[in-house]
Protein backbone atom coordinates (compact mmCIF):
# COMPACT_ATOMS: atom_id res chain seq x y z
CA UNK A 1 0.00 0.00 0.00
CA UNK A 2 1.30 3.38 -1.03
CA UNK A 3 0.60 5.79 1.12
CA UNK A 4 0.83 10.02 0.79
CA UNK A 5 0.65 11.98 3.95
CA UNK A 6 -0.19 15.77 3.28
CA UNK A 7 1.91 18.10 5.61
CA UNK A 8 1.36 21.69 6.74
CA UNK A 9 3.91 23.67 7.63
CA UNK A 10 2.46 25.78 10.73
CA UNK A 11 3.09 28.09 13.45
CA UNK A 12 3.58 26.74 16.94
CA UNK A 13 0.35 27.67 19.12
CA UNK A 14 3.10 29.17 21.37
CA UNK A 15 4.26 31.51 18.87
CA UNK A 16 3.49 35.10 19.23
CA UNK A 17 1.47 36.46 16.24
CA UNK A 18 2.03 39.46 14.33
CA UNK A 19 1.23 41.21 11.11
CA UNK A 20 2.91 42.94 8.93
CA UNK A 21 2.10 44.72 5.43
CA UNK A 22 -1.07 46.37 6.65
CA UNK A 23 -1.82 43.39 8.22
CA UNK A 24 -2.13 41.46 5.16
CA UNK A 25 0.84 38.84 5.69
CA UNK A 26 2.04 36.60 8.73
CA UNK A 27 5.14 38.01 9.97
CA UNK A 28 7.23 35.11 10.41
CA UNK A 29 10.09 36.54 12.49
CA UNK A 30 10.65 34.40 15.31
CA UNK A 31 7.83 32.14 14.86
CA UNK A 32 8.71 28.26 15.44
CA UNK A 33 7.02 25.98 12.88
CA UNK A 34 5.59 22.59 13.41
CA UNK A 35 3.83 20.06 12.15
CA UNK A 36 0.06 20.71 11.84
CA UNK A 37 -1.69 18.97 14.95
CA UNK A 38 -3.98 17.20 12.55
CA UNK A 39 -1.52 15.92 9.76
CA UNK A 40 0.26 14.79 12.69
CA UNK A 41 -1.87 12.13 13.84
CA UNK A 42 -2.14 10.95 10.34
CA UNK A 43 1.13 10.45 10.01
CA UNK A 44 1.57 8.74 12.72
CA UNK A 45 -1.46 6.30 11.61
CA UNK A 46 0.63 6.10 8.43
CA UNK A 47 3.62 4.89 10.24
CA UNK A 48 1.40 2.25 11.94
CA UNK A 49 0.15 0.81 8.57
CA UNK A 50 4.02 1.10 7.93
CA UNK A 51 4.73 -1.57 10.19
CA UNK A 52 1.86 -3.16 10.57
CA UNK A 53 1.34 -3.69 7.09
CA UNK A 54 4.28 -2.66 5.31
CA UNK A 55 2.75 0.63 4.06
CA UNK A 56 5.35 2.75 2.08
CA UNK A 57 4.56 6.55 3.56
CA UNK A 58 5.61 9.81 1.42
CA UNK A 59 5.10 12.80 3.13
CA UNK A 60 4.30 16.12 0.74
CA UNK A 61 4.68 19.85 1.34
CA UNK A 62 3.55 23.05 -0.48
CA UNK A 63 6.10 25.58 0.51
CA UNK A 64 9.27 27.21 -0.17
CA UNK A 65 12.98 26.40 1.21
CA UNK A 66 11.74 27.08 4.67
CA UNK A 67 9.53 24.37 5.43
CA UNK A 68 12.38 21.47 5.02
CA UNK A 69 12.58 21.16 8.87
CA UNK A 70 8.92 20.10 9.01
CA UNK A 71 9.48 17.74 6.04
CA UNK A 72 13.13 16.12 7.50
CA UNK A 73 10.99 15.76 10.93
CA UNK A 74 8.43 13.81 9.49
CA UNK A 75 10.98 11.90 7.83
CA UNK A 76 12.58 11.27 11.18
CA UNK A 77 9.46 9.99 12.63
CA UNK A 78 9.31 7.29 10.10
CA UNK A 79 8.25 8.55 6.86
CA UNK A 80 10.22 6.60 3.97
CA UNK A 81 10.97 9.65 1.21
CA UNK A 82 9.21 13.41 0.99
CA UNK A 83 7.98 15.64 -1.32
CA UNK A 84 8.08 19.90 -1.58
CA UNK A 85 6.09 21.44 -3.52
CA UNK A 86 8.13 24.48 -4.79
CA UNK A 87 5.17 27.31 -4.23
CA UNK A 88 3.83 29.56 -1.65
CA UNK A 89 0.65 28.17 -0.40
CA UNK A 90 -1.63 30.89 -1.43
CA UNK A 91 -4.78 29.73 -1.02
CA UNK A 92 -6.68 26.24 -0.69
CA UNK A 93 -7.78 25.45 -4.43
CA UNK A 94 -3.90 26.18 -5.51
CA UNK A 95 -2.57 23.76 -2.41
CA UNK A 96 -5.29 21.30 -3.60
CA UNK A 97 -3.97 21.59 -7.27
CA UNK A 98 -0.55 20.84 -6.92
CA UNK A 99 -1.07 18.15 -4.65
CA UNK A 100 -3.67 16.42 -6.87
CA UNK A 101 -1.15 16.53 -9.68
CA UNK A 102 1.26 14.83 -6.54
CA UNK A 103 -1.53 12.14 -6.61
CA UNK A 104 -2.32 11.22 -9.98
CA UNK A 105 1.36 10.94 -10.79
CA UNK A 106 2.78 9.04 -7.41
CA UNK A 107 -0.25 6.51 -7.95
CA UNK A 108 -1.23 6.70 -4.21
CA UNK A 109 -3.93 3.43 -2.91
CA UNK A 110 -4.49 6.31 0.09
CA UNK A 111 -4.19 9.95 0.41
CA UNK A 112 -4.29 11.23 4.48
CA UNK A 113 -4.64 14.54 5.20
CA UNK A 114 -5.38 16.73 8.72
CA UNK A 115 -9.19 17.88 8.25
CA UNK A 116 -8.10 21.38 8.48
CA UNK A 117 -4.51 23.26 9.68
CA UNK A 118 -3.96 25.40 12.16
CA UNK A 119 -3.02 28.93 10.80
CA UNK A 120 -5.85 29.10 8.55
CA UNK A 121 -8.64 26.68 9.56
CA UNK A 122 -9.85 26.46 6.39
CA UNK A 123 -10.88 22.60 5.85
CA UNK A 124 -11.07 22.63 1.86
CA UNK A 125 -8.45 20.85 0.70
CA UNK A 126 -8.59 17.52 1.46
CA UNK A 127 -12.38 17.54 -0.14
CA UNK A 128 -11.20 19.68 -2.90
CA UNK A 129 -8.45 17.17 -3.86
CA UNK A 130 -10.97 14.42 -4.09
CA UNK A 131 -13.01 16.30 -6.07
CA UNK A 132 -9.91 17.11 -8.41
CA UNK A 133 -8.93 13.29 -8.56
CA UNK A 134 -12.02 11.57 -8.37
CA UNK A 135 -11.29 9.83 -5.18
CA UNK A 136 -13.59 8.42 -2.58
CA UNK A 137 -13.28 10.97 0.18
CA UNK A 138 -13.85 11.17 4.40
CA UNK A 139 -13.41 13.83 6.47
CA UNK A 140 -13.42 14.41 9.73
CA UNK A 141 -11.95 10.55 10.57
CA UNK A 142 -11.46 9.25 14.25
CA UNK A 143 -10.71 5.81 13.36
CA UNK A 144 -9.13 3.90 10.09
CA UNK A 145 -8.66 0.08 9.10
CA UNK A 146 -7.68 -1.01 5.74
CA UNK A 147 -7.87 -4.85 4.81
CA UNK A 148 -6.30 -5.02 1.49
CA UNK A 149 -9.03 -2.96 -0.89
CA UNK A 150 -11.84 -2.47 2.05
CA UNK A 151 -11.87 0.26 4.36
CA UNK A 152 -13.55 0.76 7.65
CA UNK A 153 -13.85 4.34 9.03
CA UNK A 154 -15.27 6.25 11.81
CA UNK A 155 -16.12 9.89 11.58
CA UNK A 156 -17.39 12.30 13.91
CA UNK A 157 -20.71 13.78 12.40
CA UNK A 158 -22.83 16.86 14.54
CA UNK A 159 -24.28 14.25 17.40
CA UNK A 160 -21.96 11.51 17.18
CA UNK A 161 -20.60 9.23 15.41
CA UNK A 162 -20.76 7.46 12.00
CA UNK A 163 -18.76 4.05 10.67
CA UNK A 164 -18.50 3.94 7.10
CA UNK A 165 -17.40 1.05 4.73
CA UNK A 166 -15.21 2.14 1.21
CA UNK A 167 -12.74 1.10 -0.69
CA UNK A 168 -9.02 1.87 -1.91
CA UNK A 169 -8.05 4.58 -3.53
CA UNK A 170 -9.57 7.17 -0.51
CA UNK A 171 -8.51 10.54 0.59
CA UNK A 172 -9.25 11.32 4.13
CA UNK A 173 -9.43 14.08 5.98
CA UNK A 174 -8.07 12.79 9.30
CA UNK A 175 -7.76 14.55 12.94
CA UNK A 176 -7.11 13.65 16.80
CA UNK A 177 -8.61 9.90 16.90
CA UNK A 178 -6.54 8.53 14.33
CA UNK A 179 -4.39 7.85 17.38
CA UNK A 180 -4.16 9.31 20.84
CA UNK A 181 -2.22 11.72 21.71
CA UNK A 182 0.23 9.86 23.83
CA UNK A 183 1.02 7.43 20.50
CA UNK A 184 2.73 10.68 19.02
CA UNK A 185 6.37 10.02 18.20
CA UNK A 186 9.22 12.36 18.53
CA UNK A 187 12.20 11.38 16.33
CA UNK A 188 14.90 9.84 18.38
CA UNK A 189 18.76 10.48 17.50
CA UNK A 190 18.20 7.54 15.14
CA UNK A 191 15.46 8.78 13.19
CA UNK A 192 17.31 11.95 12.66
CA UNK A 193 20.53 10.62 11.66
CA UNK A 194 18.45 8.53 9.22
CA UNK A 195 16.25 11.30 7.44
CA UNK A 196 19.39 13.23 6.77
CA UNK A 197 19.97 10.33 4.03
CA UNK A 198 16.20 10.01 2.72
CA UNK A 199 14.94 11.48 -0.56
CA UNK A 200 13.56 14.58 -0.53
CA UNK A 201 12.23 15.40 -4.08
CA UNK A 202 11.29 19.15 -5.06
CA UNK A 203 8.61 19.81 -8.00
CA UNK A 204 7.80 22.79 -9.33
CA UNK A 205 4.40 23.47 -9.61
CA UNK A 206 1.13 22.96 -11.80
CA UNK A 207 -0.58 26.16 -13.37
CA UNK A 208 -3.20 27.08 -10.73
CA UNK A 209 -5.45 29.74 -10.47
CA UNK A 210 -5.53 31.74 -7.54
CA UNK A 211 -8.57 33.05 -7.00
CA UNK A 212 -8.78 34.58 -3.25
CA UNK A 213 -6.35 36.95 -1.34
CA UNK A 214 -5.92 38.07 2.23
CA UNK A 215 -6.68 41.33 2.59
CA UNK A 216 -6.40 41.74 6.26
CA UNK A 217 -5.65 40.26 9.39
CA UNK A 218 -7.31 40.91 12.76
CA UNK A 219 -6.46 39.96 16.12
CA UNK A 220 -9.32 39.08 19.12
CA UNK A 221 -10.44 42.07 20.63
CA UNK A 222 -8.75 42.12 24.57
CA UNK A 223 -11.32 40.80 26.80
CA UNK A 224 -12.88 43.80 28.87
CA UNK A 225 -12.48 43.57 32.78
CA UNK A 226 -14.53 41.15 34.71
CA UNK A 227 -17.58 42.62 36.91
CA UNK A 228 -17.70 41.08 40.22
CA UNK A 229 -21.41 41.28 41.34
CA UNK A 230 -22.42 41.00 45.32
CA UNK A 231 -24.35 37.66 45.44
CA UNK A 232 -26.96 39.26 47.49
CA UNK A 233 -27.14 42.46 44.28
CA UNK A 234 -29.32 40.10 42.04
CA UNK A 235 -31.20 43.34 41.30
CA UNK A 236 -27.92 44.91 39.77
CA UNK A 237 -26.56 41.46 38.01
CA UNK A 238 -30.33 41.17 36.09
CA UNK A 239 -29.37 44.75 35.17
CA UNK A 240 -26.29 44.26 33.50
CA UNK A 241 -27.06 40.72 31.96
CA UNK A 242 -30.08 42.44 30.31
CA UNK A 243 -29.02 45.88 29.39
CA UNK A 244 -24.47 45.52 29.03
CA UNK A 245 -24.22 42.02 28.27
CA UNK A 246 -27.67 42.09 26.50
CA UNK A 247 -28.27 38.04 27.12
CA UNK A 248 -31.77 38.49 28.95
Not at 230 to 239: C, G, R, W, Y
Amino acid sequence: MKILVCISHVPDTTSKINFTNGDSEFDTAGVQYVINPNDEFGLTRAIWFQEQQGANVTVVNVGGPDTEPTLRKALAIGANEAIRINANPTDGFFVAKQLAEVIKNGGYDLVIAGKESLDYNGGMVPGMIAGITGSNFLNSCTSLTVDGNNVKAVREIDGGKETVSTTLPLIIGGQKGLVEEKDLRIPNMRGIMTARTKALTILEPVDAAVNTKAVKFEKPSPKSAVKLVSADNLDELINLLHNEAKVI
